[in-house]
Antibody, heavy 121, light 106 residues
């Protein structure tokens, strides 16, 4: 069974960098899938942040692309998110999710449980 | 970006009711539409993809229809486990975007 688990600091200072890792089990990040990050501000809807393929190819939401960096570590079967210059508006639950390829490109089928990141001094 | 608009935002219903949620896209997305269910404090769960295909393990009381810009999610007989928030999501073109959610409450 595919499982994803986010980890990282739950509190980040304004102007700092938010860094999260998603550990994948039950599947390999080296397969034909895209690995996604999605966030949900408290009480609000879902926002797609971006995705990464195992060869390092990335695609980011244009609304965040100047602040986002993603990477993949095949040896540890995990992928990561960095979001810099954070403000209170970046406070959210951050989810990692597996996305499909081919006809299922852009379709997240397995999600992590999410991790709350608060931006505050 | 493709904007996704759901209606209603909140829906009050009873166990056994037939429930329909509508999702509209700001431009045609063919059938590249998914529905996700999210319970409070939990991660979203994929219910339906390609507008009408049921994900493995999802009860048959859930169904989806539509193409182009108008889509519906129907729950034929609402069960206690179905009280949740439902999101539509387009995957026709990046950035992938979600509707604002429909909360189904008692």
């Amino acid at each position: 069974q595919v499982q994803l688990q986010e980890s990282g600091p739950g509190l980040v200072k304004p102007s700092g960098t938010l860094s999260l890792t998603c550990a994948v089990s039950g599947a390999s990040v080296s397969t034909d899938n895209w690995w996604n990050w999605v966030r949900q501000p408290p009480g609000k809807g879902l926002e797609w942040i971006g995705e990464i393929y195992h060869d390092g190819t990335t695609k980011y939401n244009p609304s965040l692309k100047y602040r986002v960096t993603m990477s993949v570590d095949k040896s540890k079967n995990q992928f990561s998110l960095n979001l810099n210059s954070v403000t209170a508006a970046d406070t959210a639950v951050y989810y990692c999710a597996r996305g499909g390829s081919g006809q299922n490109y852009g379709l997240p089928d397995y999600w992590g449980q999410g991790t709350l990141v608060i931006v505050s001094s | 970006d493709i904007q996704m608009t759901q209606s209603p935002s909140t829906l009050s219903a009873s166990v056994g009711d037939r429930v329909t949620i509508t999702c509209r896209a700001s431009q045609s997305i063919s059938t590249w539409l998914a529905w996700h269910q999210q319970k409070p404090g939990k991660d979203p769960k994929l219910l339906i993809y390609k507008a009408s295909s049921l994900q493995i393990g999802v009860p048959s009381r859930f169904s989806g229809t539509g193409s182009g810009t108008e889509f519906t999610l129907t729950i034929s007989s609402l069960q206690p486990d179905d009280f949740a928030t439902y999101y539509c999501q387009q995957y026709d073109s990046s950035p992938w975007t979600f509707g604002q959610g429909t909360k189904v409450e008692i």
